[in-house]
């Protein structure tokens, strides 16, 4: 049975925009895939604390350290995350844009997975990641506009999520968005529509079988 992992990074819970989305883009999926099992993985509103010492103190280490071969604090709870994440065969992850990259929730669930010695290695030619590739949607909501001629403000999250994530092998990559939650009823509604039409284009061809590389449907 495949595993839909949905990762929800929103503080406002169900009310959010993106929790919305990501919510659409599961729905398409388990179309495609109805005996999938979805794992929800709420990450917003504190849900997962940042980052303990003996983490931090084992990651700058240049060998494993007791830390890692005896895992407690944030280096079980990491385990516990890759596990979570290596488990699934779908990755949908719903994030507002906040200060025009990806929240600090967001930003606390990538420094548990992407992990030097476990989800990604140094080599001389750079980084080497370990997990097997997936299709990862990314249901994106902001308050202004990021992509298109009315942009009006620069987008750090979607390039540092295709970096990141491409760090430790997760490089199937989809953004779909809702962009312009902050500038009235018409706005919002015209966004709302233009990411339905997308979800429509895109999943009417979607195989999980056959997958392509990144695509952005912005
Ligand atoms: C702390 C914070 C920072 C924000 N920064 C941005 C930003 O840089 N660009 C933007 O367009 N909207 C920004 N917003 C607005 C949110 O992206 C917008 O309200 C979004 O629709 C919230 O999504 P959600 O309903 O999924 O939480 C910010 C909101 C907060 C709370």
Known sequence: ?????????????????????????????????????????????????????????????????????????????????????????FVVIGTPMHNFTVPSALKAWIDHIVRVRRTFNTTPEGYAGTLRDRPVFVAVSSGGRFSGERARQPDFLTPYLKAILGTIGLHDLTFFSVQGTALGPDAVAEARTKADHALQAYFSSFRPQSRSAEQVCL
């Open 1 to 89: 049975m495949k595993t839909i992992l949905h990762v929800d990074c929103s503080p406002r819970g169900h009310a959010a925009e993106s929790y919305q989305l990501s919510q659409k883009i599961i729905g398409f999926l388990l179309q495609k895939e109805p005996a999938a099992s979805v794992v929800d993985r709420v990450i917003g509103g504190r849900a997962i604390p940042h980052i303990d010492g003996s983490y931090a103190t084992a990651l700058g280490a240049t060998q494993k350290s007791s830390a890692e071969i005896c895992p407690a604090g944030s280096m079980s709870r990491s385990e516990e995350l890759i596990q979570e994440l290596e488990r699934s065969d």
